[in-house]
Structure formats: structure tokens, C-alpha cells
């Protein structure tokens, strides 16, 4: 397994819930829909913030780029903490369309950032951290 399997994985697990969320919100079913939606805001910053506090900073002191692709998808969070930010108020205010429509916006966001992660960011930092112990603190953050 590498240092990065554990976020793969938790980018499907949250895939999964935000589909549940906008089932759910879609259908005016705000009761589910609300559980759906905290679920994923809540795995969204666990996935952020082990990515932000272990990950990140691991890849940056083993390669000395600090302004990098780690910095590009610091700015990603920062845009989708926003869109979680408007999601919330409309499932506060029952306002599907609203939801919706940020959903639609953070959807195409996640996936373009998934992506890259997936893709690029990634792969440099099993190449970078090799047999790093962030591995096993992903995987205790993660569970």
C-alpha cells in the first residue's frame, strides 16, 4: 500500500456521501438529506485537514516546494469549504435550489481536484515521502 492509498480511498468514500446528500436534498427529503450533508462536511475536513496538516507538510520539507501543487490545492480546499459553507445555509433554509446549485459547483470542483490529486499530487509524494510513517497516520485519521 503507499503513503496515499488511504486518501484514494477516502475520496470514494466521500464520492458516496455527497451522492447520498444530494439524493436526499433533491428530493426535498431534508431530513436525511441534513445527516447526508453533515456526514460529508465532516469527512470532507477530516480529508482536508489530514492532507493539510500531515500530508502537505510532509511532501513540502522532503522536497523543499512550499508554493507548489500543495499550495494550489490549499486554495482548492479554501473554494470548497466555501461552497460547504453556502450547502450548509440552504439545507438550514430547506432552499433546494440553492443547494443544488452549489452542489452542482462543489461536484465539478471535487472532481477536478480529485484529479489531480489522484494524478499528479499524489504520485510525487509516494515518490517523495517513500517509507514515511504518514501512511499509517492517514490511515488512523481516515478510519
Known sequence: MSITTPLFQHHKHCDEIFADAEEACGKGDWAAGAAAF???HEQLETH???EEELLFPA???ATGMTS?????MRG???QMRDLLA???GAVESRDGDAFGGAAETLLILMQQHNMKEENILYPMCDNALGTSDVG????ERLK
Open 38 to 40: 453533515e456526514l460529508l
Open 48 to 50: 482536508f485537514a489530514s
Open 59 to 61: 511532501f513540502e520539507a
Open 68 to 72: 507548489g501543487p500543495t499550495e494550489v
Open 76 to 78: 482548492e480546499h479554501r
Open 86 to 88: 453556502q450547502m450548509q
Open 136 to 139: 499509517a497516520s492517514l490511515v
